[in-house]
Structures are given as structure tokens and as C-alpha cells.
């Protein structure tokens, strides 16, 4: 008769045959760290700022605070289109206004937010366009030191526009809806004075004051001149293409002109002409 089969063999086997089939299937979960990319950072903290940084090297000449034409031109057609815009505006329906609110939303779906301290110390952090003010609040209190938490603070954008969480009118809108969008400089302002002075550091906690760094510098006079240069010369095309795109009336449709003197205008002469074939 045969041997009936060891069950104890028979087991081992195809353990050892599953074990085989699960590392070819598993990749191996050893990589290099150097290969993979780093994340961008949920949040940036800004160091305050020297005021000697933002003073420019060089003295800066009186011709440069003087506006030039080209600058009164801008601000002339700037201020023209705007006021024709809101005289000329049609009503529009609510449908439109949905439309163009999505588009808006459809365009700036994040908004950067940054958050000043009186000391100068910044907070940023992206958040979605279709969040509302209480997300800042929160993400401002976590920030702050356990013994500041407590405290109330308000964020503001000058002169005096308060977005407190308190009011329902900012309360329920959200950041694209209250105009933050894309991107927008906050300040705070703590009930408590005492941390509202200049010379005050801002109470955030420490594992948050660890990953400050400076702000990027800022441009020099020289890429200032260079841009406000370019700036000028695309004005200056676009309004003497403005004013090349304007339509001239013909001379002999002006009245009284030396080429065509009132009796003899074009107007006067097809009146006297029909006068003429109704005698």
C-alpha cells in the first residue's frame, strides 16, 4: 500500500512557496530618502523685518517723485474707464452674477494669507478661497503660545475694516466672497495692549518661532527704474495706439470749413436740391 503524504512536509512547502510569492510581489519598501521630493510647507513664518532694509542704498533725486506724462496719462485713463464702468454698467441678472462669482472661484481657487504682528512677524499660510475668516482665527490661535491662546485678538486691513468673527456679515462669507483673494496682508491687534506694542515680540509658540525665516529681499532701485522704464513704454503704446485707432471726420463733413463754406456745404446743398424737385 503507499505511504499516505506527511501533512507536516506538506504544510512547510507551501509555506515556504506563499513566502516566496509575497516578496516577488511586494517591491521592496527601502528607498532613498535623497529621491524623494520634499513637501512644500503647511505654513511659512517670516522673521520681522530691519527697517534699514527697506531704505534704498542711494539718495533718490527729486525728478523721481515728480509724476511724469506718461504716469498722468495712466492715472487719467485709469480713472476714466473706471468711472464709465460703474456709469455705464448694465443691471445684471442674478444668473450672470453667479456666473461671474464662479469665475472668480474658478480662478483663484486658494488664497494666500499673511498675518502681521505689531513686531512684524509674519504668518502665511494658503487656504482654500471657499474658506471663511473663522479658518485664520484658527490657525492664528494655534499658533500662539499656550499663556496667549486665551487672549482675544483681532485681525484687520487698514484703515478700519475689522473681520471679526463675531460679525455676521463677514462671518458667513467666504475669504473669495470678503475680497482676500488671491492673495491678502492681515493685521492683528490684541484686546489686550500690553502685546500690541512695537517692541513687543509676537507671543507664538516656540516650536513656530523655530522655522522662522527672513523675508525675500526686496528689489533693488535699479530693477525698480528698469521696471517702471517698461512700464512707461507699454503706456505710451497702448495710448498712441488708442489714439491712432480713433476714428477722423472727414473735412467736407465739417460745416463751415474753408474747402466748403456754410452756403455750399453738403447739407445745404441736399436741402436746396430736394427744394428744388418738390417746386
Known amino acids: 500500500m503507499p505511504e499516505a503524504p506527511n501533512i507536516t512536509e506538506a504544510q512547510s512547502a507551501q509555506s515556504v512557496l506563499s513566502e516566496a510569492s509575497e516578496r516577488i510581489e511586494k517591491p521592496s519598501s527601502t528607498v532613498d530618502d535623497s529621491t524623494v ?4 510647507p503647511a505654513f511659512r513664518v517670516y522673521k520681522p523685518s530691519s527697517g534699514s532694509s527697506f531704505i534704498p542704498s542711494t539718495d533718490l533725486p527729486d525728478s523721481y517723485f515728480n509724476p511724469t506724462a506718461s504716469d498722468l496719462k495712466l492715472a487719467q485713463t485709469q480713472l476714466s474707464a473706471r468711472t464709465q464702468a460703474l456709469t455705464n454698467a448694465p443691471l445684471q441678472l442674478r444668473t450672470t452674477r453667479e456666473a461671474a462669482e464662479k469665475a472668480k472661484k474658478d480662478r483663484w481657487p486658494n488664497t494666500t494669507i499673511r498675518v502681521r504682528f505689531t513686531d512684524r512677524t509674519q504668518l502665511e499660510k494658503v487656504f482654500p478661497s471657499t474658506d471663511k475668516i473663522k479658518s485664520v482665527y484658527a490657525f492664528v490661535r494655534n499658533s500662539l503660545r499656550e499663556d496667549a491662546k486665551p487672549i482675544k485678538f483681532i485681525l484687520y486691513q487698514p484703515p478700519r475694516r475689522d473681520l471679526k468673527v463675531s460679525d455676521l456679515k463677514v462671518k458667513n462669507l467666504t475669504l473669495a466672497e470678503l475680497e482676500l483673494a488671491p492673495s491678502s496682508v492681515l493685521l ?12 513687543v515680540p509676537a507671543p ?8 522662522a525665516e527672513s523675508l525675500p529681499a526686496p528689489l533693488s532701485l535699479e530693477d525698480t527704474s528698469s521696471a517702471s ?5 507699454k503706456v505710451d503704446k497702448t495710448l498712441n495706439g488708442s489714439a491712432a485707432g480713433e476714428k477722423k471726420i472727414p473735412k467736407w463733413l465739417k460745416l463751415g470749413s474753408k474747402s466748403f463754406p456754410l452756403s455750399f456745404s453738403p447739407l445745404v446743398l441736399t436741402s436746396t436740391c430736394r427744394k428744388i424737385t418738390v417746386e
Not at 507664538?204 to 522655522?211: H, P, V
Not at 522704464?229 to 513704454?233: E, F, I, V, W
Open 37 to 40: 521630493p520634499n513637501e512644500p
Open 188 to 199: 492683528l491687534r490684541f484686546e489686550d495692549e500690553s502685546l500690541n506694542g512695537s517692541d
Open 204 to 211: 507664538l509658540a516656540s516650536d513656530i518661532l523655530a522655522l
Open 229 to 233: 522704464r517698461s512700464s512707461t513704454k
